[in-house]
């Protein structure tokens, strides 16, 4: 079964300042997708950015890009130029390409992120 | 507008009730979900259906219960079996390999 990590609980960044989010997981599969999603204070859960896993190439959206380094099981999200509206909890998740029965999301626990005005 | 819809939006629930918790969508995607998020966990994987008619259980099955009538419609019910059931509950779909879409959520409380 596949496992997503996100061993840090609470992180803070002052405005416009650049801040990274840790994830790492486990699979035994070879071809797969990573997400980030961002859920604000409204709990409405909002997908941030997308990484295949047979793209080397780096996902990046406006802000936000991702270290995705394979080998090592590692998804790591940046975030430039840090808002007071970045405020929320931060999931990443996994999800096989197999779009049977093994495509439903893992979650890691979720990162709490604090922009400081 | 294309979306889920979760409803209600706070559900409140008396010890040894069932509840239903309801999710619709328009978006005409094949796959539903029903995830439970509690504080310091994530979400959880309740049940979850690739298409009508046919539903899997999920990490966290024991005291609920769907069905998959419709395409658009993946209700949820809390049954009195679940020991814990305040969390907060959210529903999304699927088509493909594209992204999960998420509704609202619904808050439930044992009161």
């Known amino acids: 079964a596949q496992t997503v990590t996100q061993s840090q609980p609470e992180m803070s960044v002052q405005e416009a300042e650049t801040v990274t989010l840790s994830c790492t997981y486990d699979?035994?599969?070879?071809?797969?997708?990573l997400f980030w999603y961002k859920q604000p204070p409204s709990r409405q859960m909002i997908l941030v950015i997308r990484q295949e896993a047979y793209k080397q190439q780096n996902a990046t959206e406006n802000r936000f890009s991702v270290n995705f380094q394979k080998a090592a099981k590692s998804f790591s999200l940046k975030i430039s130029d840090s808002q007071l509206g970045d405020a929320a909890m931060y999931f990443c998740?996994?999800?096989?390409?197999?779009?049977?029965?093994?495509?439903?999301?893992?979650f890691g626990k979720g990162i709490t992120l604090s922009v400081r005005p | 507008d294309g979306g889920i819809t979760q409803s209600p939006k706070y559900l409140f629930r008396k010890e040894g009730q069932n509840v239903t918790l309801s999710c619709e969508q328009n978006?005409?995607?094949?796959?539903m979900y029903w995830y439970r998020q509690d504080p310091g966990q994530g979400l959880r994987l309740i049940y979850y259906?690739?298409?009508?008619?046919?539903?899997q259980k999920g990490d966290i099955a024991e005291g609920y219960s769907v069905s998959r009538e419709k395409k658009e419609s993946f209700p949820l019910t809390v049954t009195s079996a679940q020991k814990n059931p305040t969390a907060f509950y959210l529903c999304a779909s699927k088509q493909g390999g594209a992204e999960a879409f998420f509704g609202q959520g619904t808050r439930l409380t044992v009161v």
């Open positions: 259906s690739q298409i009508v008619n046919d539903f």
């Open positions: 699979t035994s599969e070879s071809d797969y997708y």
């Open positions: 998740a996994y999800r096989s390409r197999d779009t049977g029965a093994n495509s439903k999301l893992t």
């Open positions: 978006l005409n995607h094949d796959a």
